[in-house]
């Protein structure tokens, strides 16, 4: 047994309350040090261009792999979850984003920067972020809409004070130098995985290593092995495919993805919106800068997006926790993009610093709802205990759009010299998605209601239809759901 299984026999931590404190403080930083670290890449975008001779596309890949990555390691993320525990997931991932960053201060071309910053931080970030939000859903039941929201937070920060740093890093000693001590800066991640605890069950008796449950196939093959045959070239077949299935079904939800409406809804609209949603974050400064803006206001302009974040995030959450919205975050969340695609043809109006800081104002309202609900939308369509394969095949998709999205963008921008189709495609995709999850929801949600109406029975309707988390606070007679989590086996 290994220390991470010794780890697990310990007596069981309260969950929503003390420790599980901490581990939202983790989980604030987590999130500042990972997903809030690409919004600072805008700022290095022209210094890059200019070094490496590269063009806008070439130059927008370095971003999209570390942002796809981060995104699409999920798979990944979730085998050493399920292998190792959060603790150590979190921890490998800070060193390998320290690694790839102090790597990148020495590249010499623009494809070695998209192995290290953007393969290898952009794997550490992901491996950090996605178990940060998995020991999350399990420390908090209660309240796990305002946890998530607040942790959202730390992603505010990362937009507020990233770009600042960037652009004053980079005035004085040049981006090599900068990115030199991003990764000393990332390996804080470690300290922040060395504070999540396993949460496990309290019981008397230690808790046995689960042993992987051998499949038919597979004990068939070893009846004839022992009998001294060698097993049928087609059980081998059959069970190589058996296994190949309960390890899709396992670490990317597939049979999650069939069956359940909402969650395929939902990761389908999630997946066509990342399209346009990182476009901005790559493209407002050096739009900015080619319009006239000094270069540190341009930096500004990010950091504006991140402090009102700071404080319109929790609000969410709270507004979203209540009672009046439960089964209807979704169409919160479909507003919220709606309202950031919108907010894109202000900057097509105008490259006034004045019109940006307005349309900065406008996007990180939006933002705020995207960023503390699309966490707690997806716990809400899927349970808990599926929770971490489902988000891996969630993340798996949209890494996806994520990576061609700005590519593509800067292709056009290419071939136009025009930053405003920038704007347009970010305005399409998103308004698009907006309007593809509201309706759809809207449509599931009348169907279930025309079913029940009729006295239709549902087959696993509680497992595969859209359901909430109790938000209600629960009774002194009633106590949270114990949860069993397992470090190591």
């Not at 390691?73 to 979730?78: A, E, I, Q, R, Y």
């Not at 969650?263 to 319009?291: E, R």
């Not at 349309?359 to 705020?368: G, H």
Request: charged content about 10%; overall charge neutral.
């Amino acid at each position: 047994m290994s220390q991470g299984g010794a780890v697990a026999r310990e007596a069981a931590k309260p969950q929503d309350r003390g420790w599980a404190w901490m581990v939202l403080l983790a989980a604030v930083l987590l999130q500042g040090l990972t997903l809030g670290f690409p919004s600072c890449i805008g700022v290095f975008f022209t210094d890059l261009q200019h070094d490496f001779q590269a063009s806008n596309s070439e130059t927008s890949w370095f971003p999209s792999i570390m942002v796809a990555v981060l995104h699409g390691g999920g798979p990944l993320c979730s085998i050493l979850v399920k292998r190792f525990g959060c603790r150590f997931a979190v921890m490998l991932g800070g060193l390998l984003s320290g690694v790839g960053m102090v790597s990148s201060s020495f590249c010499q071309s623009i494809s070695q920067l998209y192995l290290t910053a953007g393969l290898i931080t952009g794997l550490g970030s992901c491996f950090s972020f996605q178990a940060g939000v998995t020991m999350l859903g399990y420390y908090f039941v209660r309240w796990r809409t305002l946890a998530n929201a607040m942790a959202s937070t730390g992603v505010s920060l990362g937009f507020t004070l990233w770009p600042l740093l960037s652009q004053y890093l980079l005035d004085e000693m040049g981006w090599r130098n900068t990115f030199l001590i991003f990764g000393g800066i990332l390996l804080n991640c470690c300290v922040c995985g060395a504070i999540m605890r396993p949460v496990h069950l309290a019981s008397e008796s230690p808790l046995e290593s689960p042993k992987p449950a051998k499949e038919p196939g597979r004990r068939a093959e070893g009846a004839q092995l022992s009998n001294g045959t060698s097993p049928h070239p087609e059980l081998q077949q059959q069970t190589r495919r058996t296994a190949c299935f309960q390890m899709l079904q396992k670490y990317l939800a597939f049979d999650i993805f069939c069956r359940n409406k909402g969650y395929q809804i939902y990761t389908i609209g999630v997946t066509w919106m990342m399209m346009g949603f990182a476009l901005p974050h790559v493209y407002l400064v050096p739009y900015a800068i080619q319009n006239g803006v000094e270069e540190r206001r341009a930096a500004l302009l990010i950091s504006v997006i991140g402090l009102i974040n700071i404080f319109i995030r929790p609000f969410t959450g709270l507004l979203s926790g209540h009672r009046v919205f439960t089964g209807r975050r979704i169409y919160l969340f479909s507003l919220a993009v709606l309202l950031c695609g919108l907010s894109n043809f202000i900057c097509v109006i105008s490259a006034e610093f004045s019109v940006l800081i307005i349309y900065c104002v406008i996007l990180s309202i939006a933002m705020s709802g995207i960023g503390a609900l699309t966490f707690q939308v997806l716990m809400d369509v899927v349970e808990m205990d599926r929770f971490s394969s489902a988000l891996g095949l969630f993340t798996v998709l949209e890494s996806i759009t994520l990576l061609i999205g700005p590519p593509l963008t800067g292709l056009l921008v290419d071939i136009t010299s025009d930053f405003h189709y920038v704007f347009y495609n970010s305005s399409f995709f998103l308004i698009s998605a907006a309007l593809f999850m509201g309706l759809s929801f809207c449509a599931l949600e009348k169907k279930n209601k025309s079913k029940e109406a009729s006295k239709v029975p549902l087959d696993n309707h509680s497992r595969y239809q859209y359901n909430e988390m109790p938000t209600e606070p629960l009774s002194e007679t009633q106590s949270p759901p114990v949860v069993v989590y397992i470090t190591s086996i």
